[in-house]
C-alpha cells in the first residue's frame, strides 16, 4: 500500500511540474509580449518596457519559472496588476468560498446518488426503476443556471427563505455562509447527482450478477444484505471515478452559477482576471486550479486502493 | 433417514419448461451425484432447493428438509436455511468470493448471520473452520484477499464458508470443473473427509461421470430437465438401462479411431526455450522476483503428428503455447516453424506466421461479437502472400466451413447465433482457412460436453487424416490426450520431466510427478464397465 501511495505521489508532482511548465511557456514565452497585451493596443513602448520590468518579464526564462514556481511554494503568487495587491489574498478569499460550495454540492450530489442507486438498482427493470431513471434524465438535460434561476424565484423572491445572491463571509458566522451557499449548491448539486445516480445503478446492477452475490445469498443473507455488504463496495470504483471529475469541476466550473447567485469564487476571478487582461493573476490562479485538480485525482487513486486491494499490487 | 427429499419438482422461466417432474431424497451421511450435461437442469435443481432462482423463474412441487416444505418458507425463513441448514459451493472459485473482502471476514460472516456472534468471536471461529478445510492461519492468515490465493485455495475458502455451521447438506455445484487433476482430486478428498466426519450429506452435481464413480453412493442421471435413469451408482453403471446414460459413458471415454501417421519431418520444434516473468514488486526500489515459466524445452512436432502437453495449472503450458505462437518472445533458447527460427526476428514473418494457428479454450470470448462469420473466418487473410479477390476468399471461407461440418449459409450469421460445439468448429475454420501445417489447440475441447467433445474429436482426426495437419494438444484432461495423441509431454514446474509415446507414458509412467499426475486423474473402476 505504502508502495503504491508512494508511486502515486511521484506521479502527482511530476504532473505538477509538466502542468507548470506548460502554463509558463503558454503564457510568458510563447510570442505575444504579456505587458504589451496587458496595457493594450495604443500603449507607449516605454510603458510596455517598464510593465516587463516590473512583472519581471525580462531576465532569462529558466531562471523566471524557478522564480515562479518557487514563489508559488512559498504561497507568494506575485501580486495583481489590476487589483494591485498580492494574488495570494485574492485567491485565499475565493477559496473560502469555491471549496466550500464544491464541497457542499459534492455532498448533496452523494446523498442524492447512493440512496437513489441503490434503489433504482434494486428494482431494476420495474417501474419506480424507469421512473427514477426518467427523472435523472430530467436532471441532466436541465441547464443548472436555469434551475438556479427557478431555486430563486421560488426560495428567494416567493418564500423569501434564502437571500437572492451575494455572500455574507465567513466573518457573519458559519451559518449565514451556508445559508448562502445553499441555494447554488443545490444547482451545481442537481445535474451532478443524477449522473451519479445512473453511474450508482449500472455499476450496483453489474455487481449484483457477479458470482460472489451468489456466494453470499448462499450463506443466508437476505437481498439486502448481500447488496449493502457485498455488491456495493465493489460498485465504489466508477462512482469514486465520477465523484473525482465532479469535484475538479464543481471547484472551477462553478463560474455561470456564481454569476447568476453573485458569488466571489474562483471561477468569477479567473474570468475577471481575463477580461481585465490581468495575467498575474491568470496564471497563479489557473496552477492553483490545476493543483486542486491533480490533488483530487491523487486523493481518488488512494481512495480506489482503499476500496479495491487488488490494486495496491503494482508491477 | 433423509435429509433432503424433493419431489415433483418443476421449473418454467418465462413460460418455458426447464424441469419436469425431478425427484429425488438424499439420507443422512450420503454422497448423492448428479450427472447431466450443460442445460440439463443439474444447476436449477439446485437453485430451486435453495430458493435462489433467477427472477421470473416459477416451480412446483415440493423438498422436504427437517420436517418442512422449503418451498412454501418465507424469505426470512429460507435466509435462515440457506447457510445453517444447506450449505452451497459453486463451480467458479475465482469470481464466487468478493474480491474486495478479506478471507477471514467471508467466513466470519456466515457464521455472523446466523449466530450473532461479534467480529473477533466470528474471526476466531473462521481460523478454526479455515484450519479444517486445511488453510492454517500460520500460512494463510485472515487478511488475505482472495486474488491472493490460487483457485483450489479459494475453492476451500468457498468450502470453509459453506460448512462452518456444520449444515446437514452440502450442495457443490460443480467444485472441481475449473480446477486441474490434482487440485480436483485434494478438494474432493476434503469433500469426501467433510462427509465422514461430520456426517453431512452431499450433493454433488457434475458433468464427469469418473467423479461421480469414485466420489457418490447413489446418483441421477439428468437430461433436458428431467431424472432419466437413478440408483445406486455401482448399479447404474453396471447396468447402464437408459439409453441416454449410455450414450453419455460412450461419449465420456470416446476416442475417435486413427492411425499414427506421423511423418519424419518436423514441422515445429523448439530448442531449450526460456521464458521469464517478473513478479509483482513488493517495495519500491525492491528487484523484482523473476519466475521461470518455461525452463529450458525442446520438443519436435512431426508432420501429421499429434503431440500432447499436459501438466497442472501453472505448469508453463500455456507460456509455452504463447511462445510457440509467437505471441510472447522467448529469453533464451529457439523456436523453429518449419525450421525457420522465429525468435530473435522483429515479430514472426507472414509467411511463417501461417503456417502454424491456434484455436483456444473459450468458444465465445475469442470472437468479435459484432462481426459475421465471413470476416470472423477471413481474418486471417491478411497473412497471405498476395491480395485475394473477394470471391476466392469467400469460396475459401465457405471450403473451410463445409471442412468443420457447417454449411456455406453460415457465413452470414454472428457469433452467438452457433451453439458452443459450433463456434468451436467456427474457431478451427479460422485456423484451417490459411490451410497450415500446425494446429495448437490449448485446451480447445475442454468447456465442451461430452457429446460435443466426442463429436469435435472426430472431425479433429478426419481433418488431420485429409490435410496431413500437425497437433499440438494442450490439456489438463488426461482422458482426452490419451484418446488422441501420439506422443504426450508432461510438462511441471516449467519443464518437461517426461516424454514419450502416449500409450507408454499412460500404462507406464517413469516420472513420479507423471505417475502422481495419473493416479490423481478421477476414473470409473474397470470392473463397473465390462
Not at chain 1, 177 to 188: E, H, N
Not at chain 2, 48 to 67: F, H, I
Not at chain 2, 190 to 209: E, F, R, W, Y
Not at chain 2, 446 to 454: F, G, K, N, P, T
Request: with cysteine.
Amino acid at each position: 500500500m505504502l508502495h503504491y501511495c508512494l508511486i502515486r505521489l511521484a506521479s502527482l508532482i511530476l504532473s505538477l511540474i509538466v502542468a507548470s511548465v506548460a502554463i509558463f511557456i503558454v503564457i510568458e514565452i510563447i510570442p505575444g509580449d504579456p505587458a504589451a497585451f496587458m496595457l493594450g493596443l495604443n500603449a507607449a513602448p516605454e510603458a510596455v518596457a517598464a510593465l516587463k520590468d516590473q512583472l519581471g518579464l525580462t531576465g532569462n526564462p529558466v531562471s523566471r519559472y524557478f522564480a515562479w514556481t518557487g514563489g508559488l511554494l512559498v504561497g507568494n503568487f506575485g501580486t495583481s496588476y489590476t487589483y494591485r495587491v498580492p494574488v495570494s489574498e485574492l485567491v485565499m478569499a475565493r477559496v473560502s468560498v469555491s471549496v466550500p460550495l464544491a464541497l457542499y454540492a459534492l455532498l448533496l450530489s452523494t446523498a442524492i446518488a447512493f440512496p437513489v442507486g441503490l434503489f433504482a438498482a434494486a428494482r431494476r427493470g420495474r417501474p419506480a426503476d424507469f421512473g427514477i431513471m426518467g427523472l435523472t434524465q430530467l436532471g441532466i438535460a436541465v441547464p443548472n443556471f436555469w434551475f438556479a434561476m427557478l431555486l430563486v424565484l421560488v426560495f428567494s423572491i416567493g418564500l423569501k427563505w434564502f437571500s437572492a445572491g451575494g455572500f455574507p463571509g465567513w466573518d457573519a458566522g458559519i451559518i449565514q455562509g451556508l445559508k448562502a451557499l445553499t441555494l447554488p449548491a443545490v444547482a451545481l448539486a442537481l445535474p451532478q447527482g443524477a449522473i451519479l445516480s445512473r453511474v450508482m445503478r449500472s455499476a450496483l446492477i453489474e455487481a449484483l450478477s457477479e458470482d460472489y452475490v451468489r456466494t453470499a445469498r448462499a450463506k443466508g443473507l437476505s437481498q439486502r444484505q448481500a447488496t449493502v455488504r457485498h455488491a456495493l463496495r465493489n460498485a465504489l470504483i466508477p462512482v469514486l471515478t465520477i465523484i473525482g471529475l465532479q469535484f475538479s469541476f464543481l471547484l472551477a466550473g462553478a463560474i455561470i452559477i456564481e454569476n447568476v447567485f453573485y458569488l466571489p469564487g474562483l471561477g468569477r476571478l479567473i474570468f475577471q482576471g481575463i477580461t481585465q487582461r490581468d495575467l498575474v493573476v491568470v496564471e497563479s490562479v489557473v496552477m492553483l486550479l490545476v493543483f486542486a485538480v491533480i490533488t483530487v485525482n491523487f486523493v481518488v487513486d488512494i481512495a480506489y486502493a482503499a476500496v479495491d486491494p487488488r490494486l495496491r499490487i503494482r508491477r | 433417514m433423509s435429509v433432503l427429499s424433493v419431489s415433483g419438482l418443476g421449473v418454467t422461466i418465462g413460460g418455458t419448461g426447464i424441469l419436469k417432474d425431478v425427484s429425488f431424497s438424499i439420507a443422512s451421511g450420503e454422497s448423492f451425484g448428479v450427472v447431466g450435461e450443460s442445460g440439463s437442469g443439474k444447476s436449477m435443481t439446485a437453485l430451486a432447493v435453495m430458493g435462489l432462482l433467477p427472477p421470473g423463474a416459477k416451480r412446483t412441487g415440493s423438498a422436504e428438509l427437517g420436517g418442512s416444505d422449503l418451498f412454501k418458507l418465507s424469505e426470512p425463513e429460507m435466509c435462515r436455511i440457506r447457510g445453517r441448514e444447506i450449505g452451497m459451493i459453486f463451480q467458479e472459485p475465482m469470481t464466487a468470493l468478493n474480491p474486495v473482502r478479506t478471507i477471514g471476514d467471508q467466513v466470519a460472516e456466515t457464521l455472523m448471520v446466523h449466530e450473532r456472534l461479534s467480529r473477533t468471536e466470528g474471526l476466531q471461529a473462521a481460523a478454526e473452520k479455515l484450519e479444517r478445510v486445511g488453510l492454517p492461519t500460520s500460512r494463510f492468515p485472515l487478511d488475505l484477499h482472495p486474488h491472493e490465493l490460487s483457485g483450489g485455495q479459494r475453492q476451500r475458502v468457498c468450502i470453509a464458508m459453506a460448512i462452518a455451521l456444520r449444515p446437514k447438506l452440502l450442495i457443490a455445484d460443480e467444485p472441481t470443473t475449473a480446477l486441474d487433476v490434482s487440485t480436483q482430486s485434494r478438494i474432493l478428498k476434503l469433500l469426501a473427509s467433510l462427509v465422514d466426519d461430520d456426517g453431512m450429506s452431499l450433493m454433488l452435481i457434475t458433468h464427469d461421470l469418473a467423479v461421480i464413480a469414485e466420489m457418490t453412493s447413489s446418483t441421477v442421471v439428468m437430461n433436458e430437465g428431467q431424472i432419466v435413469e437413478h440408483g445406486r451408482t455401482e448399479a447404474l453403471f453396471r447396468r447402464m438401462r437408459h439409453p441416454y446414460t449410455k450414450k453419455l459413458l460412450a461419449a465420456s471415454l470416446y476416442a475417435p479411431t486413427r492411425k499414427v501417421q506421423g511423418g519424419s519431418k518436423p514441422v515445429l520444434q523448439t530448442r531449450a526455450a526460456v521464458r521469464d516473468y517478473s513478479r509483482a514488486r513488493r517495495r519500491l526500489f525492491e528487484q523484482p522476483d523473476r519466475v521461470r515459466a518455461v525452463d529450458g524445452v525442446s520438443f519436435v512436432l512431426r508432420r501429421g503428428e499429434s503431440l500432447g502437453l499436459v501438466g497442472e495449472s501453472g505448469c508453463g503450458k500455456s507460456t509455452l503455447a504463447r511462445a510457440v505462437l509467437g505471441l510472447d518472445a522467448l529469453q533464451g533458447g529457439a523456436v523453429l516453424v518449419d525450421g525457420v527460427d522465429i525468435q530473435g526476428q522483429k515479430g514472426v514473418p507472414r509467411l511463417v506466421r501461417r503456417k502454424i494457428q491456434a484455436v483456444f479454450q473459450d468458444p465465445y470470448g475469442s470472437f468479435n461479437p459484432r462481426h459475421r462469420v465471413e470476416r470472423l473466418i477471413s481474418e486471417p487473410f491478411h497473412l497471405e502472400r498476395s491480395g485475394m479477390d473477394r470471391s476466392e476468399k469467400l469460396d475459401r471461407v465457405a471450403a473451410a466451413l463445409v471442412d468443420v461440418g457447417l454449411s456455406p449459409a453460415d457465413m452470414q450469421k454472428f457469433i452467438h447465433q452457433f451453439s458452443g460445439g459450433q463456434r468451436q468448429r467456427i474457431a478451427l475454420a479460422r485456423a484451417l482457412v490459411l490451410r497450415p501445417d500446425i494446429i495448437v489447440l490449448d485446451e480447445a475441447v475442454s468447456a465442451l460436453d461430452v457429446s460435443i467433445r466426442a463429436q469435435i474429436l472426430d472431425l479433429l482426426s478426419d481433418l488431420q487424416r485429409k490435410h496431413g495437419l500437425a497437433f499440438l494438444f494442450i490439456s489438463h484432461d488426461l482422458t482426452v490426450v490419451n484418446a488422441v495423441t501420439d506422443r504426450v509431454l508432461v510438462m511441471w514446474k516449467g519443464r518437461i520431466v517426461e516424454e514419450g509415446e502416449t500409450k507408454r507414458v499412460f500404462s507406464s509412467p517413469r516420472h513420479d510427478y507423471t505417475k502422481r499426475l495419473l493416479a490423481a486423474a478421477p476414473s470409473i473402476p474397470q470392473d463397473w464397465l465390462d
